[in-house]
């Protein structure tokens, strides 16, 4: 969701956008409707008093007919016609009323009034494409054609409506064309994030997206540069190093003193440990390719960080299921295991460590005092609790490193006289 959000907000403006227009549009052609059809109802009042002259009159049927004939009216006689007209048009008004009409009558010598009262309906119908009145009265039905009126059609309405939607989805598009380069753009980011350091982020444009790639792909000209330049300089120191540490190695076997012999290659055996760490670091900060990482099976990988640790199994209790599968870079994962099972060989009283796997999570624990500082003292490079000729704290600071390229993270806790240090998920 979060990786597409931006997608994802155009889509929910756009569909707002069209909801709210279609519901506009539904609404005012429901009232133009509404309002077509009581204009063209009108007319029922011309009928209606032709009628109403009709019956008081009493005049013929022809000279009604004639009359309606003046405003386009036409009575249907046909009654097969009729009755089709009446079951199948759709009504789309209906106005009843009622006359009261006063007589005076003559009886047994007097005179009196006498009121009489008369309903008449009238109905409006649309029958394919054409307007009826149906009359409907005490004495009459009636049914009568407009040829003057025609149905409500919202064709004029209707083109409106689809020119708007079509200007509004030709927008969406453009906007999702616009977007192209920035959804691009965050898969090279991804990519580069992943160990790629030559995927170009170059964009040819002027836009805001344009600007933002290139102004990474100078970014990143800038750190693959950095990141050359401190690779060559860790590595030509390390290689530097070496040769006269091998060589004062060598000079240090012939010497005729034994407290010289033994000083001095105690002194170089340290810088040829911590030359070693320094480029087991360098290594490990510069691991970022994905493609590097494969499943294994976690049990191998303690086997082998055992092996480099040259520690008796008897020293090490495994309560992990072959079966558990790890996706890792093998040879710094298998170092991380090492450098905890150095760890707990070094200060546990009993040099003993019990390995094993808690809440899908990774434990190493042993023995000991519990840790005089909290866990995060311990991780700085160069910090440890006791003097080692050994060692030069740069162990959990080392594991840290790894497990951060691992999406883990080292947590530490102490339960029933154990140290416990987890490699936790982040």
């Known amino acids: ?68 004939a003046l405003y386009h009216v036409a009575i249907l006689d046909n009654h097969k016609q009729i009755q089709m007209i009446l079951q199948n048009a759709r009504i789309l008004k209906d106005q009843g009323q ?84 920035l959804r691009r753009l965050v898969k090279r ?73 033994e000083r001095f290659s105690s002194i170089f055996s340290q810088l040829d440990i911590l030359v070693n760490e320094f480029a087991t670091i360098e290594e490990v900060t510069s691991l970022a390719k994905k493609s590097e990482f494969s499943v294994y099976r976690l049990i191998d990988m303690i086997d082998g960080a055992i092996d480099l640790a040259m520690v008796e199994a008897d020293n090490v209790t495994v309560n992990i299921a072959a079966t558990v599968k790890l996706k890792a870079h093998y040879k710094f994962y298998v170092i991380a295991i090492k450098n905890m099972i150095d760890n707990a060989m070094k200060y546990s009283p009993n040099q003993h460590v019990v390995i094993g796997i808690e809440d899908d999570e990774l434990y190493f624990q042993s023995k000991g005092a519990k840790l005089r500082h909290p866990l995060k003292y311990y991780i700085e490079p160069f910090t440890k609790d006791e003097p080692s000729h050994h060692s030069f704290g740069l162990g959990l600071y080392i594991v840290d490193s790894i497990l951060i390229a691992h999406n883990q993270e080292l947590a530490y806790e102490y339960r029933d006289g154990c140290n416990r240090f987890i490699f936790a998920k982040t």
């Open 1 to 68: 969701m979060k990786r597409h959000s931006v997608f994802l907000t155009v889509l929910f403006a756009f569909s707002v956008t069209l909801i709210s227009i279609s519901y506009i549009f539904w609404r005012f052609n429901a009232l133009n409707h509404t309002r077509y059809i009581n204009n063209i109802f009108q007319k029922h009042s011309i009928i209606t008093q032709l009628y109403h002259e009709y019956q008081q009159n009493s005049d013929s049927v022809a000279m009604l007919e004639a009359n309606l």
């Open 189 to 261: 980011i991804v990519l580069f994030g992943e160990g790629n350091l030559k995927v170009s982020f170059k964009v040819h444009g002027s836009d805001e997206i344009a600007t933002v790639a290139n102004e990474l792909e100078t970014a990143r000209i800038k750190i693959n540069s950095m990141l050359e330049a401190r690779t060559l300089f860790l590595r030509n120191i390390m290689h530097e190093l070496k040769t006269p540490i091998a060589k004062g190695t060598i000079a240090t076997q012939l010497l005729d003193s034994q407290k010289h012999k």
């Open 98 to 181: 009622q006359n009261e009409k006063s007589t005076f009558v003559i009886s047994h010598n007097r005179v009196y009034q006498a009121n009489t009262t008369s309903s008449l309906d009238i109905q409006m119908l649309q029958y394919k494409g054409a307007i009826y009145f149906y009359l409907t009265s005490d004495t009459d039905t009636l049914l009568m054609h407009d040829s003057s009126l025609k149905p409500y059609y919202p064709w004029n309405l209707l083109s409106v409506y689809l020119s708007i939607i079509f200007v509004i989805i030709i927008s969406f598009l453009l906007i999702l064309q616009r977007l192209r380069p």
